[in-house]
């Protein structure tokens, strides 16, 4: 198998501080605050630790995770490419790629209403970054409003794909309302913006009937498979994820499905285990040879201009 992870983080949240780049990024995910004494969110996170024997995440240094990211793709065989969707900062995203042609990948990830947000996307991706990631859930405006159209205008003119993240966010105790939750807010953007290719990660991430229609009504719209999907447990009919695989198959077909993991910390490194179940499923689901060489390396080689 060819691989191209269309879905990593740097793990900025698990770096320390080692004196050489000033304090760690800040940031992330704005989730619900947490209540004194309910530790429902907590055995949740063990529910889910548990279902997957990760080892516990280690502190490490901006340094050391590059290193050990480097020799995840040298070592896990087919692995050629990771594409980090959030790396903390535009500049050391540029860093990354810069001194790792080939193997890393990256995306510029900033806030869509900062005054100088079209500048800061045009000039990191003109600095060699592959793409723009967005959270829909931490953009207090609507995803489609013609405010945010000079992003997507610099997106069709570099060629670059835009990822935007719909759906719950976080794990429980997260978001779970919000202008931005509904992938189908992208529909109007999509329509107007027709030669950008958007990409809605996690299958949708709850929202498997609003992004299927999205993707039929919009061809460049593209689905990611990243993660451990388990959003699937708190759906109020029976998922799978072959039946995710085989559905949006049928809608999107396989030129629009991308393989992610949403690795990010160590000693996890690339989550083997969520690779071997997606292919698994697209086997199940009757997936061919072809096309899991489709979603699992050509169809993000051709977003990132990759032969």
Known sequence: MRIIDSHVHFPVDKIIDDGKNGPPPTGGPRV???????DWVARDKAKWSAAWGFPH???????????RWEAEVAAVKGLETVVFV?????????????RHPGAFAAYAHHDPLLLDAADRLDRALRSGLAGYKLLGPEVDRPISDPSL??????????????????G??????GIANHVNINPLALHAAAKAFPTVNFIVPH?????????LQLGWACPNVSIDTSGSNQWMRWMPYEVTLEGLFRKYRDTFGAGRIL?????????RGFTRAYLDEQVRAMVHAGYSEDERDQVLYRNAASLLGVS
Do not use: M
């Open 259 to 267: 393989f992610g993991t949403d690795s990010s910390w160590f000693p």
């Open 149 to 166: 159209f000079p992003l997507w205008e610099i997106a069709r003119d570099a060629g670059a794909p835009v990822l935007i993240h719909f």
């Open 57 to 67: 995440p280690e502190p490490v240094t901006e340094a050391e995770a590059e290193a």
């Open 168 to 173: 719950i966010q976080g794990g429980a105790g």
């Open 32 to 38: 619900a605050p947490r209540v004194d004494g309910d």
């Open 86 to 98: 959030t790396t903390g900062s535009n500049d050391r995203a540029v860093g990354l790629v810069e």
């Open 203 to 211: 299958f949708g991430c709850g929202y498997v009937f609003e992004t």
